[in-house]
């Protein structure tokens, strides 16, 4: 494992000096504007160049992206992935991402995508430690008519809770 870039291991230092020394980081959070983020940042980092090269440095449990236009590459393995403004995420690189739990929104994945997906994940294609998936869409129905038409499902009771079982 590389060792992270001088400002990233002086931003691990300030913020949490016990995580300097280990090769993971729990919870990463990137949003426009990193000196928002990211408590005693100069005002001068533009990039998110260094913070996508760490991501490669360390195991990330969490990872939180608030920035609208992200283009670094996404973790494999994440316990977590929770992207705000998920516009920029295209059917392409929904199928690249590896985590239990995805939380997608504001995103322009289109029905027709969406089904496919749908189709891909049962078909166990694509997304094998995908336990967790939440994504905007407004009203039920029409994504009950939309996207799974052809996918054999049941609608339960809103009380019914099934717990998966590994």
């Not at 283009?71 to 239990?100: A, F, M, T, V």
């Not at 998936?133 to 029409?142: A, Q």
Request: aromatic share 10%; with cysteine; proline share 4%.
């Amino acid at each position: 494992m590389s060792s992270p870039s001088p400002f990233i291991a002086s931003f691990l230092h300030i913020n949490s000096p016990s995580s300097y020394h280990h090769s993971s980081i729990d919870r990463l959070l990137l949003q426009n504007g990193l000196s928002q983020s990211i408590p005693d940042t100069p005002s001068t980092v533009s990039s998110y160049e260094e913070v996508f090269k760490a991501m490669n440095s360390f195991e990330i449990s969490y990872l939180h992206i608030k920035n609208d236009n992200f283009n670094g590459k996404i973790p494999k393995n994440l316990k977590e992935l929770h992207i705000d403004n998920s516009q920029w995420i295209g059917y392409e690189r929904l199928l690249e991402i590896d985590c239990k739990s995805v939380i997608l929104e504001k995103n322009l994945i289109t029905n027709k995508e969406w089904n496919m997906f749908f189709k891909k994940w049962i078909a166990m294609k694509t997304h094998l430690n995908l336990e967790y998936l939440e994504i905007d869409y407004r009203d039920i129905e029409k994504f009950r008519a939309l996207v799974l038409h052809d996918i054999p499902h049941e609608v339960m009771d809103g009380g019914v809770k099934r717990v998966l079982k590994t």
